[in-house]
């Protein structure tokens, strides 16, 4: 985007501030949900800066202006910050402040400074937060009663408004009536007899519904209340067909206007009320007001993380799919590379044109990465027009993406080598290797965290000095967000328990600025393994079907052991796909799958 454009946002914002007396404005990544992806019309912070990555925060005072983000995007948020006047913020690297810190030097010189942030896209723990942070920084004031976007987003769009979608049973595997029953049985484990869900998976989930609010994500912008004796949905009306509304009314759903959240918060007769700090929306937290609440992480992510025996034969079904189109595609890049003209952007669009021809598909599950060369070091790298390069017969093609299919979400990674490769990117290729097949063989017991098993991944690379910064592993939902949780594999202490039943990426990397990037990912499913006078332990089984690449395998960098997982891993997807394919197509994967 042209700075100019960003820098006379910024003043707009500027003058507004002044007229309010704010010295300064945050803008996080969130949306009145709280979601990780948001529709278009909460993407105020990627208004403002022009930054467009999924997570970051901006923050404006009125001389200058930063964005804090992770290691995911600090490539491409230092392309698209260049010009606009806002300093790039490292999370987690050393030296790097915090908001609150950057904001109380340059805010010391002003006494009463007051700082605003929009509390309706802020989560309870976001808010309260600041607050103790900025009064700790000068005795800040935080203000969070101001949308300055209303105001200086002059084409800003609007809240989606397509039609809700209702999930049915043979791929949800659980009537909505049965979930609701279960979380309130959680909720009397709590203590509450009411609760408020803000997060739209979770309200999709419960009433399986799903919409196209959010990109890539099959989710409806809306609200649900839980109480004793009835449930409401608040969405807007004009997103509910005959069928939606006839099945609300089947399952005893009330429904209300999405703005009259709000109010019915107010005329809320129980006595008390649980909302999740993390997800539920400061404004509407501070509507409810002084009556009881219980403040605690809502019951519903660990039971949607938790697959029913439906939701993973749709899984399998789905892999099938997607391993097919896979195949295809994989089959056809090498020689179309040859040849010539295929892109970045080309292939993206090849690969998400054998997806649709599968059936069941919907849509891809997140924006693919497509990223040739040194692009691949770019994390969350995303080929536009003017970024796209031609594929090479030579190097590594780091190729993330996914598909929505009505019976499972799908999440794969792989690196290919178009051709020759150099030793570097052999040896890196193989590090992630090893350490994507250490985690896929572990066995741990039940209820352990992702935390402890996440340096299984990441010791071989260690032992020589090199790392990535971002998780190794994510849930991922059932025809939902590809990003779920609780649970995941990651360095930072994540205390969610592993439990049978929950899917989850092993997506190790290693990225080389400037030069070039690896991953391999596959979708797990956490299995039963034994039960022992030491308890029960627990595996993961790879969901996703589809070869890894094998030319560029330094291969005496490889244990039997692990020599023996990938040939068996082959063996089992040549045994699955096979039967679908033919032709060509079967016989390249004979030879992708043949044992080391």
């Given at each position: 985007m042209d700075c100019n454009i960003i820098r006379n946002r910024v003043e707009k914002l500027r003058e507004l501030m002044r007229s309010e007396g704010i010295d300064a404005f945050i803008f996080p990544s969130t949306d009145p949900h709280n979601g990780e992806y948001v529709p278009d019309h909460w993407k105020g912070r990627e208004f403002i800066s022009g930054f467009n990555g999924s997570a970051g925060t901006a923050v404006v005072t009125l001389a200058e202006a930063a964005l804090w983000t992770d290691s995911r995007y600090f490539i491409a948020a230092t392309e698209q910050l260049e010009g606009t006047g806002f300093e790039l913020m490292k999370l987690k690297i050393e030296g790097t402040p915090t908001i609150a810190e950057w904001l109380g030097r340059k805010l010391a010189a002003k006494s009463g400074a007051v700082v605003g942030i929009d509390g309706m896209v802020s989560s309870v723990d976001m808010v309260e937060g600041l607050i103790g942070e900025l009064r700790q920084q000068g005795g800040i004031t935080l203000r969070t009663n101001l949308d300055p976007l209303e105001a200086i987003w002059t084409d800003r769009p609007a809240v989606p408004q397509d039609k809700v979608e209702v999930h049915q049973l043979k791929y949800a595997g659980e009537t909505a009536e049965s979930k609701l029953e279960r979380i309130k049985q959680e909720l009397r484990q709590q203590h509450a007899v009411g609760m408020l869900v803000s997060a739209l998976d979770d309200i999709a989930w419960t009433l399986n519904l799903r919409g196209s609010d959010v990109h890539c994500n099959p989710v409806a912008v809306s609200y649900l209340l839980i109480e004793e004796d009835k449930t409401t949905l608040f969405v807007n009306s004009q997103k509910l067909d005959?069928?939606?509304?006839?099945?609300?009314?089947?399952?005893?759903?009330?429904?209300?206007?999405?703005?009259?959240?709000?109010?019915?918060?107010?005329?809320?007769?129980?006595?008390?009320i649980q909302m999740d700090p993390a997800q539920t929306s400061y404004t509407l937290y501070q509507v409810y007001g002084n009556r009881p609440k219980v403040m605690s992480k809502s019951p519903i992510p660990a039971m949607k993380a938790v697959k029913n025996a439906t939701e993973i034969e749709g899984y399998r079904s789905a892999m099938l799919k997607d391993g097919v189109a896979m195949v295809k595609f994989l089959r056809w890049l090498k020689p179309a590379v040859e040849h010539g003209g295929v892109t970045e952007m080309s292939a993206d669009e090849k690969l998400t044109a054998l997806r649709a021809q599968q059936p069941l598909f919907r849509d891809i599950s997140f924006d693919t990465i497509a990223g040739y060369g040194e692009h691949g070091a770019i994390v969350h790298y995303e080929a536009t027009p003017d970024t796209d390069i031609e594929l090479k017969p030579e190097g590594l093609l780091l190729l993330d993406s996914g598909a929505q299919y009505l019976d499972?979400?799908?999440?794969?990674?792989?690196?290919?080598?178009?051709?020759?490769?150099?030793?570097?990117?052999?040896?890196?290729?193989?590090?992630?290797?090893?350490?994507?097949?250490?985690?896929?063989?572990?066995?741990?017991?039940?209820?352990?965290?992702?935390?402890?098993?996440?340096?299984?991944?990441?010791?071989?690379?260690?032992?020589?000095?090199?790392?990535?910064?971002?998780?190794?592993?994510?849930?991922?939902?059932?025809?939902?967000?590809?990003?779920?949780?609780?649970?995941?594999?990651?360095?930072?202490?994540?205390?969610?328990?592993?439990?049978?039943?929950?899917?989850?990426?092993?997506?190790?990397?290693?990225?080389?600025?400037?030069?070039?990037?690896?991953?391999?990912?596959?979708?797990?499913?956490?299995?039963?393994?034994?039960?022992?006078?030491?308890?029960?332990?627990?595996?993961?089984?790879?969901?996703?079907?589809?070869?890894?690449?094998?030319?560029?395998?330094?291969?005496?960098?490889?244990?039997?052991?692990?020599?023996?997982?990938?040939?068996?891993?082959?063996?089992?997807?040549?045994?699955?796909?096979?039967?679908?394919?033919?032709?060509?197509?079967?016989?390249?994967?004979?030879?992708?799958?043949?044992?080391?």
């Open positions: 005959e069928e939606a509304k006839a099945y609300l009314a089947s399952i005893g759903v009330a429904t209300d206007e999405y703005s009259n959240v709000a109010k019915a918060l107010k005329a809320y007769k129980g006595y008390n499972g979400t799908t999440d794969i990674t792989r690196t290919i080598a178009l051709g020759p490769v150099s030793d570097e990117q052999r040896h890196v290729y193989t590090l992630v290797l090893k350490g994507h097949i250490d985690l896929s063989m572990c066995k741990f017991p039940a209820n352990a965290s992702g935390t402890q098993l996440d340096i299984l991944a990441r010791q071989a690379m260690w032992r020589e000095g090199m790392n990535y910064l971002h998780g190794t592993g994510h849930g991922v939902g059932s025809y939902l967000n590809v990003h779920e949780g609780p649970h995941q594999f990651r360095m930072e202490y994540m205390p969610a328990p592993l439990k049978a039943g929950m899917t989850v990426t092993n997506e190790p990397g290693l990225y080389l600025a400037g030069k070039f990037g690896v991953r391999t990912e596959n979708t797990m499913l956490i299995t039963e393994y034994m039960t022992t006078e030491f308890g029960r332990f627990l595996q993961l089984e790879p969901l996703t079907l589809c070869p890894i690449d094998k030319t560029p395998i330094d291969v005496d960098m490889l244990t039997d052991e692990e020599i023996a997982w990938l040939n068996d891993y082959h063996e089992a997807v040549y045994n699955k796909l096979s039967p679908l394919l033919d032709g060509d197509d079967l016989e390249w994967l004979k030879d992708a799958c043949s044992a080391l």
